[in-house]
């Protein structure tokens, strides 16, 4: 498939301006791209720059708040409710991210429920603001229905992300981004467009049944079993019943539900400082140490040296940097028609 | 295999007993065998009762103090660091589980870093307790290298068991109780000994490779490849590197180390207050309204219905405390020498 790179510079502006003109307010306009752009230099396409034309839609429709009213409430030295007023998960889950830094910094954690959020992207985005102010950074987020249910024969829990960054010494924090499923469904769906098989384990079709034809897969099997719809009950737990917001079925679906529709997403946002339990220093040079006696473990294909989480995600950006943000031929003309629709330049 | 059936009541007496005449002093005997009791009581055999004789031969060996000196330090208003003085595991994780309920109490969450601790049996019980008075309750400890590291040929990262343990209405707390890995290590014992092979994706030989021999097995698959081992690393940084003590392969081992080596385990343990969230009857009357929509789900096996995490526990709960905790010979038999050498009835 051929791909177009274009430059984070360049995909930046030219996102951040079309956000202004379709009516986002500034300070959200600049996390949304932020995120955008940050996630899709990690190598993270699925919840990147890609799912711009589905925000706009979510803005026009009347789903995305473009001019949110927060109502943050403190509820304790070490918690709080961020109501993110309908608004883009990107810009609410940062000024979560930011609230959790400032109760941790006085109250050693600080931990955030966010209701009244929409789509946040990539969970990664803001436990790493976290880790980059020297913080534990945890973050987590309610999803529609996905995953079988373990035993049962449809979804009822969201394959929910779970995103733990963490500082270390020379290098870009430690992240472990994950869902709780196997496989993304986007990979289900790459694997149809390439005619090729799943792998079994991954998926179910309409009845329940684990089969391994792309085609027949409707929902995505838990990882480990119970464990994975066990993780993603937790994660169900802190950002749908402690927000306040609705719960797996009831959640409104990212695609199918009409556009005028709020999501009702929940976040849950955590810092943890460090220096509430060791030195900072000592902590950041044991876990490079640790990190590093990992990644010279033997590898067990010497083609494919052992890493810690967001090691890829590292190497894409180095590369991304340098080279662009590949877009693919439909994602680079959808972003044409964005860029004539709202009057600003596109180039690629 | 036959079982020999001995009432909770009846077994923990012996086992207080045997502790106290071991010289544990009373409270630190009091948590462990409400702790190991408790663990059988619910069915998790490989932590429950049966690790009697190896607690008394880490008490004579001098790997557990049995009358230890605790330190505790808050750090801020929320967290606090336990020393525990190389005590049993049980008493230091119940300790830590009781300051962080009076941190949570005050601060809205509580978070404790044990440290110089011993093994701490099931999770669950410090999670449990935590979830008994109202909160949400997470516990965490590192154990020595045992998974495969993702794309390595060794272990590194432990098996470390993850817990969250939430109060619902009517019933006992929700609890997920977990390790990183597919099976445990006691599942291989057992294919060992009934002569059956291990389902593929569970074990790795001594060179790393994928068997399913259970007698060529000698370290575990994580769930999910590199979202397990993600997970354990997760797990590792809150109870090797905050608590200060060693990580992964520099852990002194369970079984393998000299009884009066230390072990030097950390462990995590984290309340959060839910009413600083939303109010606690909402939040039981929609969580115990989950569940239930979960447990209606239609069943792929209409003789396996949906369950979710700890019902398993709950009906050998009910089972035990009527029919008691299965003993199998060679425990039995373990008990009795026990019951001579410690001066103790015993009575089956």
């Not at 030295?77 to 609230?99: N, P, Q, V, Y």
């Not at 994660?235 to 927000?243: G, N, R």
């Not at 339990?277 to 000592?282: E, T």
């Amino acid at each position: 498939m051929s791909e177009i790179f274009v430059s984070a510079e360049k995909l930046s502006n030219f996102i951040k301006s079309v956000l202004l003109k379709a009516g986002v307010r500034h300070d959200v306009a600049g996390y949304v791209t932020e995120g955008l752009i940050q996630t899709s230099v990690r190598g993270v396409d699925s919840h990147g720059v890609r799912l711009l034309p589905h925000y706009l839609k979510g803005v026009k429709g009347g789903r995305i708040n473009p001019n949110p009213n927060y109502r943050f409430k403190k509820t304790s030295a070490s918690t709080g409710m961020l109501d993110a007023d309908h608004t883009f998960g990107h810009a609410a889950g940062m000024e979560a991210a930011k609230r959790a830094i400032e109760l941790a910094d006085e109250a050693g954690t600080g931990h955030i429920a966010v209701y009244n959020s929409s789509h946040f992207g990539a969970a990664a985005y803001y436990a790493l603001e976290i880790a980059n102010n020297d913080m534990i950074g945890i973050s987590l987020s309610n999803t529609d229905a996905l995953i079988k249910t373990y035993a049962g024969k449809r979804p009822f829990l969201g394959n929910n992300p779970i995103c733990f960054a963490v500082p270390c010494n020379s290098e870009e924090p430690f992240c472990l981004d994950m869902a709780t499923s196997v496989v993304t469904f986007n990979k289900i769906r790459q694997w149809r467009e390439e005619g090729l098989q799943a792998p079994s384990g991954v998926g179910a079709d309409n009845e329940g049944a684990e089969t391994t034809d792309p085609n027949d897969i409707t929902m995505l099997l838990p990882i480990g079993g119970y464990k994975g719809y066990g993780l993603s009950m937790a994660v169900e737990i802190l950002c749908s019943l402690l927000t306040g917001m609705p719960y797996g079925p009831h959640i409104p679906k990212m695609f199918e539900a009409p556009m005028n529709e709020k999501r009702l997403l929940g976040h849950f946002i955590s810092a943890i400082r460090i220096d509430c339990f060791q030195s900072k220093d000592v902590f950041k040079k044991r876990f490079s140490q640790l990190m590093n006696e990992l990644r010279t473990e033997p590898a067990l294909n010497k083609d494919i040296p052992v890493q810690v989480a967001g090691d890829p995600e590292k190497k894409h950006t180095r590369e991304r940097l340098k080279k662009g943000i590949p877009l693919r031929q439909k994602e680079y003309d959808a972003f044409k028609r964005i860029a004539d629709e709202y009057a600003v330049k596109f180039e690629g």
